[in-house]
């Protein structure tokens, strides 16, 4: 069974750090794009960073380019958000995704096959 497990979420303060981390285990994904969505609450969850199966490419919002930065170790099956300088806007739930999307779709939603639960980030003022 598929299954993807979020870690590293917390409370920050504004300007701070964190590393969130997205095991997955049930088979392998060396050849499936990774990526990590969040939700805010009242709000849709909405994309914030993809990264393609080779490693070659990856993919922002804008709203964290510069700020945040996607890498995943295949060997360990593991994809990770590094995320600088947050902001209180950061808050939300993040979760991390699998798939195969289509060129130009990674941020569609229902381009993802396999969710995570979600791992909550909390930036304070």
């Known amino acids: 069974q598929v299954q993807l497990v979020e870690s590293g979420g917390g409370l920050v303060q504004s300007g701070g750090s964190l590393r969130l981390s997205c095991a997955a285990s049930g088979r392998t994904f060396s050849t499936y794009a990774m990526g990590w969505f969040r939700q805010a609450p009242g709000k849709e969850r909405e994309f914030v960073a993809a990264i393609g199966w080779m490693l070659i490419h990856t993919y922002y919002a804008g709203s964290v380019k510069g700020r945040f930065t996607i890498s995943r170790d295949n060997a360990k099956n593991t994809v990770y958000l590094q995320m600088n300088s947050l902001k209180p806007e950061d808050t939300a739930v993040y979760y991390c995704?699998?798939?195969?999307?289509?060129?130009?779709?990674?941020?569609?939603?229902?381009?993802?096959?396999?969710w995570g639960q979600g791992t909550q980030v909390t930036v304070s003022q």
């Open positions: 995704a699998v798939g195969h999307p289509a060129s130009g779709s990674y941020s569609t939603k229902s381009e993802y096959d396999y």
